[in-house]
């Protein structure tokens, strides 16, 4: 059971502290001209990030227990592929019809 | 573009999303729920954080009774990547006022993120006042999405069958992020060191492994470009 001061402690901390780190540079920096060095870094953000936050969840899935699962990886190749060649909804859509495909023939649904 | 064809614009590039932004915030009400919090309890959280991965994390701390401290800094190591997004935003949306900045700020998700920078990239020339336009048009759906199907998922509890598989929708959200960013040969490298460095680096505490794999990735995609550019300048002077 979790204490209500505990809750309700952390959740105002925790919204506090993320709006902070979504505010940080938009906020402070505001209209200020960056030097072209920093601007061409920027530029990777997006693809620098999203493959840290979705290559462990892909290889190690907590519903499988952290082990490797086929279906789901054969998914996030169609989902990826579909995303490179098609659309955002193609790819959303070719990687949950993908596992549950699988699953289905594999027997796991 | 006029500033309301680019809200209404940002609106249907980023409507998509709600196919995965619906059942994910269906299944934090549900398992927030499931841990014992109140219906208010969980849209407090929804609401004042408006963060998917930080709020499972931080409740899954605290059904294990670690400390608030230990819990809150874990939580905010996870969010630690839209400091990078507020960076990559600068450019382009910084003059927007004060206000409009906190609260484009508290809306910065990670589809608003990467659909609005995209498109921005694409139109160089889009003034301002139409980037915010268009950013805010991202929101519109993402945003009373969250709220109220966090809000379903509260109040219908356990209705949601494991056998769907629900928990794989976020890597898939974040893979359809991705592929439309990888444009060029410097973006597909980085973002394969990127992934590689993810793996290297899950051994790190509090999800830091996320941070150091995006800065290496984002590093070495500058770098190849650089380089490419002065091969460039040496072939052709």
């Given amino acids: 059971m979790i204490s209500d001061t505990t809750f309700w402690l952390l959740t105002v901390l925790l919204g506090i502290g993320t709006f902070l780190i979504r505010f940080s540079f938009l906020g402070l920096l505001g209209g200020r001209e960056l030097p072209p060095v920093v601007l061409l870094h ?32 054969i998914a996030a190749a169609a989902a990826l592929l579909a995303g490179l060649y098609g659309s955002v ?9 993908m596992l549950y495909f699988v699953q289905f023939l594999t027997g796991q649904i | 573009m006029t500033k309301s064809q680019a809200f209404w614009r940002g609106f249907r590039d980023c409507a998509p999303f709600i196919i995965i932004v619906a059942p994910y915030s269906m299944l934090f009400g549900v398992v927030a729920r499931d841990a014992g919090l ?4 969980t849209m407090s959280m929804a609401v004042l954080v408006i963060a998917g991965a930080s709020q499972f994390t931080a409740l899954a701390l605290l059904q294990e009774n670690a400390p608030v401290i230990i819990a809150l800094l874990t939580a905010l190591a996870v969010n630690l990547r839209m400091a990078m997004y507020s960076a990559a935003l600068v450019p382009h949306l910084g003059h927007a006022p004060l206000g409009l900045r906190a609260l484009m700020a508290y809306l910065m998700v990670d589809q608003a993120f990467a659909v609005a920078v995209r498109t921005y990239e694409d139109n160089p020339a889009m003034p301002t006042h139409v980037k915010v ?20 998922g509260a109040l ?3 209705a949601l069958p494991s056998g769907l598989s629900l928990d794989f929708a976020v890597p898939v959200c974040f893979i359809a992020l991705l592929a439309p960013l990888l444009r060029s040969l410097p973006h597909i490298v980085a973002a394969l060191v990127s992934a590689l460095a993810a793996v290297a680096f899950t051994w790190v505490p509090w999800s830091l492994g996320l941070i150091i794999a995006a800065t290496i990735g984002m590093l070495v995609g500058a770098q190849m470009e650089l380089f490419l550019r002065r091969r460039a300048d040496r072939v052709a002077p």
Avoid: H, S
């Fill in chain 2, 156 to 158: 219908v509890g356990q």
């Fill in chain 2, 133 to 152: 336009a268009y950013y805010f048009g991202c929101m519109m759906l993402i945003c009373p999405f969250w709220y109220g199907f966090t809000l379903i």
């Fill in chain 2, 38 to 41: 109140d219906v208010l309890q």
């Fill in chain 1, 89 to 97: 909804i193609g790819a959303i859509i070719a990687g949950m019809g």
């Fill in chain 1, 42 to 73: 920027l530029k990777y953000i997006g693809v620098a990030v999203f493959p840290a936050l979705f290559t462990p969840l892909v290889l190690w899935p907590e519903a499988t227990g952290g082990n490797p699962d086929p279906a789901r990886l």
